[in-house]
């Protein structure tokens, strides 16, 4: 079992930036969190990749927080961070971690309960 807690969600100006973090609890030697992403939820909409890690470092994003956002991991405090600049009003919704022993789908093992992110006007 992975349990993944996200924090430094909130509310911030549009043009503003947010630091999330995600603490993982893996067991020693785990291999349950090889790979790591974050995923965001719109009001009544499905989920949606937005960047992921890989356990040798290899980062993608989705094109539309290209150049803005920013996935690392510290893999000694098994913490995952995403750092968002330039935040815009519709990217507004529901952040969780995910965790998973490989990066071959997106259909990830382990989710964190979500942190909500408020872009305002």
């Known amino acids: 079992q992975v349990n993944l807690v996200e924090s430094g969600g909130g509310s911030v100006q549009a043009g503003g930036s947010l630091r999330l973090s995600c603490q993982a609890s893996v067991p020693r030697f785990s291999s349950r969190s090889r790979c790591m992403a974050w995923f965001r939820q719109f009001p009544g909409k499905g989920r949606e990749k937005v960047a992921r890690?890989?356990?040798?470092?290899?980062?993608t994003y989705a094109d539309s927080v290209k150049g803005r956002f920013t996935i690392s991991r510290d893999g000694a405090e098994n913490k995952l961070y995403l750092q968002m600049d330039c935040l815009k009003p519709e990217e507004t919704a529901l952040y969780y971690c995910?965790?998973?022993?490989?990066?071959?789908?997106?259909?990830?093992?382990?989710w964190g309960q979500g942190i909500q992110v408020t872009v305002s006007l």
């Open positions: 890690v890989d356990w040798n470092g290899t980062k």
């Open positions: 995910a965790a998973d022993a490989g990066c071959e789908t997106d259909d990830f093992a382990f």
